[in-house]
């Protein structure tokens, strides 16, 4: 089963766009996908989130909010 990273994000927003490009070669140095979830498409993530994006996760857990956490996404990809 292959892993994904769930980047939680919204159309036009520059900072999405950013935090992505950093963690992509991560990603794929660890054999792994990056799915962006539009939250503007569910009003519950709309809800949740707000302004409050971009926010990288794994497996439901958070592993950073605005900018990349290099450290911290090596980590959560390493002791998976």
Same mark, same amino acid.
């Given at each position: 089963?292959?892993?994904?990273?769930?980047?939680?994000? $919204?159309?036009?927003? %520059?900072?999405?766009?950013?935090?992505?490009a950093?963690?992509?070669?991560?990603?794929? /140095? *660890?054999?792994?996908?990056?799915?962006?979830?539009?939250?503007?498409?569910?009003?519950?993530? $709309?809800?949740?989130? %707000?302004?409050?994006?971009?926010?990288?996760?794994?497996?439901?857990?958070?592993?950073? /909010? *605005?900018?990349?956490d290099?450290?911290?996404?090596?980590?959560?990809?390493?002791?998976?």
């Open positions: 089963m292959s892993r994904e990273l769930l980047l939680y994000t $919204r159309e036009g927003c %520059g900072l999405c766009e950013e935090l992505r950093a963690a992509q070669p991560v990603a794929q /140095r *660890h054999g792994v996908t990056i799915r962006s979830v539009d939250i503007d498409a569910d009003p519950e993530l $709309r809800r949740c989130y %707000g302004w409050d994006i971009p926010v990288l996760t794994l497996d439901g857990r958070e592993i950073c /909010r *605005h900018r990349l290099r450290a911290a996404l090596e980590e959560a990809l390493t002791n998976e």
